[in-house]
Structure formats: C-alpha cells, structure tokens
C-alpha cells in the first residue's frame, strides 16, 4: 500500500471514530467508578473509561456498517458509501473494539461481564433495529450513556462505607440515560430526509418536528432535574462545585435548545447540526462533573479543560465535512445543508 492510500484509509478510520464524540463515554464510565467509592487504582480508573470507549468505537464501526446503504442515499461522501472504508473492514474493526471491550470486562468480573454484554446487545439491537423506531431507537440509544456509568460503578466497586453513593449513582444513571436520548434525537432531527428516503420511522419523521422538539425538552428537564438530584445527594464537600458545573451545563443547553424552538416548523439542517455540536460539548462538561463527585474538582477540570477542547477542535475540523459532505467554492455551511425540512404528516 503506497502512503498515499495508507493516509487515506486511516482518515477513514479516524472520520469514523468521530473524535469529536470519543472523549465523552470514558469520563461517563470514569464517574461511575469514581462515585462508587472503591479503590481508586490507576488500572480500575483506566479500565472503568477503557471499555465503555472501546465499546462506543464499535458502535460507530458497526453503525456505519448497518446504515451504509442509507447513507449510500443520503451521505454518499462517509467512509464506507465512498469506498474509501470497505464494509467488511469496517465490520471486523466493530467486533476487535467489541472483542477489546469484552477481555477488559471479563477481568473485571461477572459485573462487569454482565454490563459489558448488555451494552454490546444494546449497540446492536440499536443499529440494527431499533433506530428506525420512533421514540425506541432514542432511548435505546441513550441507554448505553447510562450502562456505561454502571459498568465503570462495577470495575470499581461500592465501597462499604460508601453506600450513601447509591441513590447518587441511580440519580446519575437517569440523568445520562435522558440526556444520551435527548442528545441522539436531536440528531434525528438533523437527519430527517435521509431517514425519510431511507424508511426510517424515527421519532421526527413519524410524530413530525414540533412533536419531537416537545419531547427533547422533556427529556432534557429530566436530565437537568436527576443531575442536580445527583449533587443534592452527594457529600457536602463534593456538592458546590458539582453543582456550579451543572448550572453551566444548564446554560449551555439552553443556548443549543434554544434555536430548535424557534425554528421547530422547518428544522434546517444547520440549526439541527449546530445544536448538536453544542450539546457533544456541554455532555462532556456534564460527565466531568460527576467525576469531580468522586474524584474532587481538581481532577474534574483538568480532564474537562483539554477534552473540551479537543471536543471543539474536532468538531471545526471534522463535523461539517462529515455530515454535509466536502467544502465547495462559494458555498456557506447553511447553504451546503439542505432546505428546512417542514412537519412530517
């Protein structure tokens, strides 16, 4: 294979890892491990954000694999429709990072065997079915979010003297579940001709775009509500910080709700894309947070500070393309997407 063509595979490979996503479930299996309250070895804590990363790298490969005839449709431009990324390449990559996930969950223990399975099916069953079924799909897809948390609360352990971390942990686990199903159906909304054409009942195409809207906020205000429930509960040393940083989150997620409100009776590509951009940035804020529950604000921060940046530069760099296809001469990133796209029947 001559540079050239290595250069362009692994630019395939890296466009489907989605860096701009990456950094997020590690610090959700981070916090679980950290709020339990076991021992805080490095090879647990390295474990506990290992596996839940490995596991979402293969469900990027094998997501792109099972949508690579929709997206042949609708985004010709990604990795496997343009050839640059076989399918079948793409397909055993999913089951090393699967194969990966499950010898870190085996060491681990039943525990997190048993998380580790669930989060696999779950994955599949997501890619495979349940994405072109309306609400299903959503929360299906932000399931994983929550069984991240508990897998790295089970590499841990919950110390004896910590079982105040209980309640915190069931709090946090409802908090990603809404906010990973929140975050995935304002992705839908971004996609909703492709879905369309490709007939895929998700939740804006079957109830239409102010429908699905209604029920982002919903599950946002479920978030919000769990996350600071999470803080309420917690140690009062941990408790000030955790909750400053939600307030934040709280911000930020008005700023990208926000213009899905306004424009809900013709959802343009852009504003969709944008508000998700946002959201991909304040999640990792919100699972920096819950690390600092465990791990103090410290550590909280200075894994938020560089992840949040890696997050945003990524995004510059990689999202556009990604979603809308090459830069062209003349054209904006509103005109490259495509005209709002009115409430479904």
Same mark, same amino acid.
């Given at each position: 294979?001559?540079?050239?063509?290595?250069?362009?595979?692994?630019?395939? $490979?890296?466009?489907?890892?989605?860096?701009?996503?990456? @950094?997020?479930?590690?610090l959700v299996g981070l916090a679980g491990a950290a709020v339990a309250g076991g021992p805080h070895h490095p090879w647990v804590l390295l474990s506990a954000w290992a596996a839940p990363t490995a596991g979402w790298l293969g469900g990027h490969y094998l997501g792109d694999y099972f949508d690579r005839h929709l997206d042949?449709? *609708?985004? #010709? $431009? /990604?990795?496997?429709? *343009?050839?640059?990324?076989?399918?079948?390449?793409?397909? @055993?990559?999913?089951?090393?990072c699967f194969t990966l996930l499950g010898v870190l969950a085996v060491l681990g223990g039943?525990?997190?065997? &048993?998380?580790?399975?669930?989060?696999?099916?779950?994955?599949?069953?997501?890619?495979? @079915?349940?994405? &072109? /079924?309306?609400?299903?799909?959503?929360?299906?897809?932000?399931?994983?979010?929550?069984?991240?948390? %508990?897998?790295?609360?089970?590499?841990?352990?919950?110390?004896?003297?910590?079982?105040?971390a209980t309640p915190v942990l069931l709090a946090l686990v409802v908090a990603f579940w809404s906010h990973d199903a929140m975050s995935n159906l304002v992705g839908a909304l971004r996609d909703?001709?492709?879905?369309?054409?490709?007939? =895929?009942?998700?939740?804006?195409?079957?109830?239409?775009? #102010?429908?699905?809207?209604?029920? %982002?906020?919903?599950? =946002?205000?479920?978030?919000?509500?769990?996350?600071? &429930?999470?803080?309420?509960?917690?140690?009062?040393?941990?408790?000030?910080?955790?909750?400053?940083?939600?307030? %934040?989150?709280?911000?930020?997620?008005?700023?990208?709700?926000?213009?899905?409100?306004?424009?809900?009776?013709?959802?343009?590509?852009?504003?969709?894309?944008?508000? $998700? *951009?946002?959201?991909?940035?304040?999640? %990792?804020?919100?699972?920096?947070?819950a690390v600092g529950l465990g791990l103090g604000v410290a550590v909280q921060l200075a894994l938020a500070l560089p992840m949040v940046a890696l997050t945003w530069v990524a995004q510059r760099a990689m999202r556009a393309r990604h979603e809308l296809g090459p830069p062209v001469a003349g054209l904006t990133l509103a005109t490259r997407s495509r005209v709002p796209v009115e409430d479904a029947p």
């Open positions: 294979m001559s540079t050239a063509a290595a250069v362009r595979a692994l630019r395939a $490979h890296v466009e489907t890892w989605r860096p701009y996503t990456l @950094w997020y479930v590690g042949a449709g *609708s985004k #010709p $431009h /990604r990795p496997i429709p *343009s050839r640059r990324l076989g399918a079948g390449t793409a397909l @055993w990559c999913g089951w090393a039943w525990g997190t065997t &048993a998380a580790a399975l669930l989060a696999g099916c779950g994955i599949v069953a997501y890619s495979r @079915w349940f994405k &072109a /079924r309306g609400i299903a799909g959503n929360l299906v897809r932000g399931a994983l979010g929550a069984v991240a948390l %508990v897998y790295g609360a089970l590499a841990a352990g919950l110390a004896p003297d910590r079982a105040s909703i001709d492709g879905d369309r054409a490709g007939g =895929y009942r998700t939740l804006p195409v079957g109830r239409g775009v #102010p429908f699905a809207v209604r029920t %982002v906020l919903a599950l =946002y205000a479920v978030a919000i509500a769990a996350a600071v &429930a999470a803080g309420l509960l917690a140690g009062r040393d941990a408790r000030t910080a955790y909750l400053i940083t939600v307030l %934040v989150v709280l911000l930020t997620g008005v700023v990208a709700l926000a213009p899905l409100v306004r424009r809900r009776g013709g959802m343009p590509v852009v504003v969709a894309l944008r508000a $998700h *951009s946002v959201l991909v940035v304040e999640r %990792v804020a919100l699972a920096s947070a």
